[in-house]
């Protein structure tokens, strides 16, 4: 059966809605990375980890932009790879700061929360694009 995708977002066409998706995701993403000089717990190797990986899923965000222009879904596929990723590096992140340093950082767990809220309803809206491409199957079922 699969997951059920989105027609419209936002009352957009759903090609323009993954340009939005994917122009605020690189924008999240991009803020994640520049913060990380800045939250750095002493536990380096994590830190280079999530550096990668979001700097991965930022070249993933401009495959997308790029393929509402040039339609081709194995330009969303690396988005939708890499933040599968980086979702799950989220909340693998937001269960350390919950067990380890909960006192000292609730800011930084609200946002975490937000932050993987809207990732995954970016990812929604881009997994839709990457269906009405001709993904594993048609939108219009």
């Known amino acids: ?23 605020g995701d690189w924008a999240l993403t991009g803020t994640v990375v ?12 994590i830190w280079y980890v999530a550096i990668l990986i979001h700097i991965a899923h930022i070249v993933g965000c401009i495959l997308v932009v790029v393929s509402v222009f040039v339609p081709n879904k194995k330009f969303v596929m690396v988005y939708l790879i890499t933040g599968i ?11 350390y700061l919950c067990i380890l340093v909960f006192n000292a950082l609730v800011v930084a767990i609200i946002m975490t929360i937000i932050g993987i809220v809207l990732a995954l309803y970016c990812w929604y809206v881009i997994f839709s694009w990457f269906r009405k491409l001709g993904g594993s199957a048609p939108v219009d079922i």
């Open 1 to 23: 059966m699969g997951i059920p995708v989105m027609k419209r977002c936002c009352c957009l066409e759903l090609k323009w809605g993954a340009l939005i998706a994917a122009i």
């Open 34 to 45: 520049g913060l990380t000089g800045y939250l750095r717990f002493g536990h380096d190797i």
């Open 85 to 95: 990723i980086r979702i799950l590096f989220d909340i693998a992140f937001l269960i």
